[in-house]
């Protein structure tokens, strides 16, 4: 009887290689089903080519075939999709396989749910690149807008360790606690800029409208005389909004565009994102979230098998600010040469000292994911308490600063009414 050589996928989606009996091939395949895996490849042994090019399951058709003709595999294709959906998917897909489901099984039902067209999109072609033989990081690495650096490299760590669902888990983990953070960030972020537009509104009101009548008002009542040196000052500002409101506005907005265009460069972005970790207020937010994010997303990925230099570069790609990934490159190019992480995380004047300290101790230990873990447990609770906080300050601030520029406004413009009436009593 014929021997078949194969490649399957088991439950957990790491591969298994193996021998079987058969009469020809669809038998080797439903024997090998039978087993509880999911061929990829099944050749017969000494058969001609047998070792050139990967049979794929009778009846599946490869992943080239399924695209059609003149569409190669490996082109990268498929609209974005919103973390909150991509957290959800991460989290059910865990779910199922940890359940020991097959990983295609679960893409399947998953794929039945869906009602997201980019992800519904992704999950036929990645269950196609599947069956067809292609690992679940290979399937991943083809939707890019979807599925980042961090999401690929850890599957493929699960992969290689036969740790997928753990990984899955992780990964909806990682993603629930990110989402949170920025959540509430953006959060602190609304009320302020409420506050600012209404306090706009109401200036730029005064201004075009009471201002001006009030003009009118002291040439004819004043007869030529000198106004107070506020209230000119506040006139002078109110005449060139209402006559140059445009050019004013056209101006602010080119400025806008510069210096969003001057961030796209690298070393604009760096001096951009230096500001940002600097900012009075905010500063101090913004470092908390950035140490966050880059303990726990190193934390996880290390846990998760992924070699460290690896870990460090993904992490650097997904840092979201240039000062940060500078830093995250220098403790890189330290552990290639042999040195510790502490050093050039001290030297980049970014990471606190209570960070640099704990990552020492980490790696004297052997412990560093589980202490990166922590310390990204600890600054969470500190962003958390710090979005508190600037909440409970930005208020009475804005309102103050609200207060102070109506009220300059205001006294401008009665300090000559003052004198005027005091003229009319005489």
């Not at 979005?387 to 207060?403: C, K, Q, R, Y």
Request: glycine share 10%; net charge positive; aromatic share 6%.
């Amino acid at each position: 009887m014929p021997k078949f050589k194969y490649i399957a996928m088991d439950a957990k989606g790491s591969e298994t290689e193996g021998v079987i009996d058969a009469e020809n091939q669809n038998q080797a395949v439903s024997l090998i089903r039978t087993k509880g895996f999911f061929p990829t490849r099944v050749v017969e042994i000494g058969a001609p080519g047998a070792d050139k090019k990967k049979a794929a399951p009778a009846g599946v058709k490869t992943q080239a075939q399924a695209k059609g003709p003149g569409k190669k595999a490996g082109f990268t294709f498929g609209g974005t999709v919103k973390t909150k959906i991509l957290m959800v998917f991460t989290r059910q897909l865990a779910t199922l396989v940890g359940a020991g489901m097959p990983l295609l099984r679960g893409l399947r039902i998953l794929l039945k749910q869906e009602k997201t067209p980019a992800l519904r999109v992704a999950l036929t072609g990645m269950g196609e690149a599947v069956e067809s033989g292609s690992t679940f990081s290979e399937a991943l690495a083809q939707y890019p807008k979807i599925f980042d650096k961090l999401f690929i490299n850890m599957v493929k760590a699960g992969e290689a360790g036969g740790v997928l669902e753990v990984v899955l888990e992780r990964l909806a983990e990682f993603m629930e606690k990110s989402e949170k953070i920025k959540n509430k960030v953006k959060g602190a972020m609304i009320y302020p800029i409420v506050v600012l537009c209404a306090a706009c509104g109401i200036v730029g009101f005064l201004m075009t409208n009471v201002i001006p009548k009030f003009q009118e008002i002291f040439k004819d009542l004043m007869g030529g005389k000198t106004l107070p040196g506020l209230t000119q000052f506040v006139i002078n500002i109110s005449s060139a909004i209402t006559n140059h409101g445009i050019i004013i506005v056209i101006a602010i907005g080119g400025m806008v565009v510069g210096i969003k265009l001057w961030g796209t460069t690298s070393k604009g972005r760096l001096i951009l994102d230096r500001v940002k970790l600097r900012m009075p207020l905010f500063g101090q937010l913004v470092v908390k979230s950035s140490v966050a994010r880059f303990t726990r997303t190193l934390g996880t990925l290390m846990s998760s098998g992924v070699p460290v230099l690896q870990a460090l570069n993904i992490v650097r790609e997904t840092s979201g600010n240039e000062a940060v990934a500078k830093a995250i490159q220098q403790v890189h190019d330290a552990v290639k040469e042999g040195e510790s992480m502490s050093m050039p995380l001290e030297a980049s004047g970014v990471f606190p000292g209570m960070v640099v300290s704990m990552v020492d101790v980490g790696e004297e230990t052997g412990a560093l994911p589980e202490m990166l873990t922590r310390i990204a447990d600890n600054y969470e609770d500190e962003v958390d308490t710090a979005v508190e906080g600037l909440t409970s300050i930005i208020e009475p601030i804005m309102i103050v600063m609200l207060a102070l520029v109506v009220g300059t406004i205001v006294i401008a413009m009665f300090v000559p009414l003052l004198s005027i009436i005091g003229e009319m009593s005489k």
